[in-house]
């Protein structure tokens, strides 16, 4: 039955892409029907939408950002390989690991999907004007090529990168943070 739901849902998909878009590419679609085997299989749960018109700084899409809630709930050891399996499996390649950059930006020809390992961020979508949105570990953010976003919400790191936790980084970067604001 939930095979049949999920075949069902991609067509409908499908033919919503081809309308829109005149075209059909693998990783245009952002559903993740199979999950990998050491996710812990879950109910379909429809993605939160958030959709950004052009703001005169950013272009953004007519295609809505995706955020899928807890997308990974594994206890693996190494959940970003996991990620980055279930990523590949479903045409989503090129793969890197690191953060979101804390300068607003976007990528002009290609769509983004971004699996939260560990942790949590504050991610500013849309540009300057538009929406922060709270992601945790688990969770799958696909954006669509055109739409800005970059982290707001980095925390200040434990230790300096030479002098560990008292090197001076810390208390610069407080000072900075405050000065900010």
């Known amino acids: 039955m ?24 693998a990783r245009d679609i952002a559903l993740h029907m199979q999950a990998h085997s050491a996710v812990k299989q879950r109910e379909f749960v429809a993605p939160e939408q958030f959709r950004f018109k052009d703001d005169g700084v950013f272009p953004n899409s007519d295609l809505p950002l995706l955020v899928y809630r807890q997308a990974f709930t594994t206890d693996a050891a190494d959940r970003a390989s996991i990620i980055e399996q279930c990523f590949s499996e479903n045409d989503w390649t090129n793969s890197w690991r690191n953060g979101v950059y804390s300068f607003a930006h976007y990528h002009s020809t290609t769509h983004e999907a971004l699996g939260v390992y560990c942790g949590a961020a504050t991610l500013r979508v849309g540009g300057e004007h538009s929406s922060d949105v709270k992601v945790y570990a688990g969770d799958v953010i696909v954006i669509p090529a055109g739409v800005a976003h970059q982290n707001v919400g980095a925390p200040i790191p434990d230790n300096d990168p030479i002098y560990s936790a008292e090197g001076p980084l810390r208390q610069i970067w407080r000072a900075a943070s405050v000065k900010a604001k």
């Open 2 to 25: 939930r095979s049949l739901f999920a075949s069902a849902i991609r067509e409908v998909l499908m033919r919503i892409l081809t309308n829109a878009t005149g075209s059909l590419f």
